[in-house]
């Protein structure tokens, strides 16, 4: 028994990565945007929306990066992000001109999500070396969807906390 559930195990896990057939025919089809239509499918009223996966991955990929900029900033454009933002004003309320010692106690190390090593294959493929690397298209979006969700929460998380040492701050430049 325990062979056949394993087997079903198995077959069922290899099959979430193949490629099926998805029927997109509608009829008295009209456009709304690009990848968006109206029309009717097996008697219903639908809007259907059709995207090539290479383009919508490149949209989630390139929304993720963007919002881990906007997170930790960027080194390539030198931009400071939230959390350089915040960092700055820690130091800033603790400055011997607004009655600190200078010395910034700063506990929050940087979490970059997106670092990810790539496990290269490196070999040769039509005289020429190179790497390569593999990931199922599936997995990769579900990957970057969870990057998303933890860096809004983490956007929202130095947006609160950069809100608060702001208003600290404020407060100590009128009493100085």
């Not at 087997?7 to 968006?36: M, P, R, W, Y």
């Not at 009717?40 to 881990?68: C, D």
């Not at 506990?107 to 790497?131: A, F, H, W, Y």
């Amino acid at each position: 028994m325990k062979v056949i559930v394993l087997a079903l195990f198995l077959v069922g896990c290899s099959s979430a990565h193949k490629a099926k057939k998805i029927d997109t025919k509608i009829k008295n089809e009209k456009a709304i945007s690009g990848n968006e239509s109206i029309g009717i499918k097996n008697g219903k009223m639908i809007v259907q929306k059709k995207v090539e996966m290479s383009e919508e991955l490149r949209r989630l990929q390139n929304e993720v990066y963007s919002l881990e900029d906007r997170v930790y900033g960027s080194r390539k454009y030198q931009s400071d992000g939230l959390y350089g933002v915040l960092k700055k004003c820690k130091a800033t309320i603790v400055s011997p001109a607004y009655g600190g010692n200078g010395k910034l106690r700063w506990t929050e190390p940087i979490e970059r999500v997106t670092d990810k090593e790539d496990n290269l294959k490196v070999g040769l493929s039509e005289k020429q070396i190179i790497g390569i690397s593999t990931e199922y298209l599936k997995d990769r979006i579900k990957r970057f969807h969870g990057y998303k969700k933890i860096l809004m929460s983490r956007e929202d998380e130095y947006k609160d906390k950069v809100a608060v040492c702001d208003a600290e701050l404020n407060a100590k430049k009128l009493s100085h």
